[in-house]
């Protein structure tokens, strides 16, 4: 085996791509990271990777700090052990881990050892896959896409849904996260009747044509309206519309509400993926 990391995006999706595709739910993600990477370009800090034997794609990795580094399925999971410890030897720092539940385990295994570190699942997901949207009853109102005017109003409520979904701050850092995502187009507004703003959420454009919806999030004084199924229908009609074959989204499975939400619209579960932390021992 061998590990070769990349400094081309287009030479890297040229050699993964394919690879990918064979578990398109599974890697909807890793596919969105790298379609965005191809558009805005690398940043110093970004890592692709690819675990090879005989140069075909064993596993894929892909990392943009401050986050966690994202894992492909693996064809042989002996690849998982032999990129932590490449990984090890070359003292990277991960804050975490995201994936399929086998090959996140097995590298949290492995990391753990090399690293003396400790890690700790932080959400066990579902992912789902949709392709074709189902009907439903429309509240009133309309879906648009956001603007640079509504910036303070969104980092509000990415800081509501951090603290309250992902059980982690909003930090001030990733305002500009924000600012590039409404100028690239991926944030979505539901506004109700009355033109006020009561459902975020977003679309992250893949690059098979098909996209990731995520995350979506509603303020409690507007829940149990159905802002947030209309939202999610309206996206995903848009992906169809645009001539992709499949929306795909992640779901906590402690959430029960966001589970039959998007079971409604029309998708079903394909795979399950999980999160995971890293921490020093002494934490």
Known sequence: MQVQQYSDISQFLTDTEPFLMQHEATHCLLLGMMARLANQGL????????????????????????????????????AVDYL??????????????????AETTRFAARWQTLMEQQA???????????????????????LRRATIADL???????RDFYAEAMFRPFTDDMVGVVRQQIQDGILYLWEDGNGVPVTMLGKHPMTSGNARVGPVY???AYRCRGYGTASVARVSQQILDAGGTAGFIFTDVTNPT??????????????????MAFADLAT
């Open 84 to 101: 932590a410890d490449r990984l090890a030897a070359q003292a990277i720092a991960l804050p975490g881990i995201n994936g399929g539940v």
């Open 152 to 158: 303070d109003l969104l980092c509000e409520w990415f």
């Open 258 to 275: 966001s589970n039959s939400i998007y079971h409604k619209v029309g998708y079903r579960v394909v795979g399950d993926y999980q999160m």
């Open 120 to 142: 700790k699942v932080t959400m066990d997901m579902k992912v789902h896959e949709l392709a074709q949207v189902s009907e439903i009853d429309y509240p009133v109102g309309q």
């Open 218 to 220: 509603t303020p409690l």
């Open 43 to 78: 940043s110093d800090d970004a890592m692709l990777i690819v675990v090879k034997a005989d140069a075909v794609p064993l596993l894929v990795a892909v990392q943009t700090a401050p986050y966690n580094l994202a894992l492909s399925v693996a064809a042989d999971m002996a």
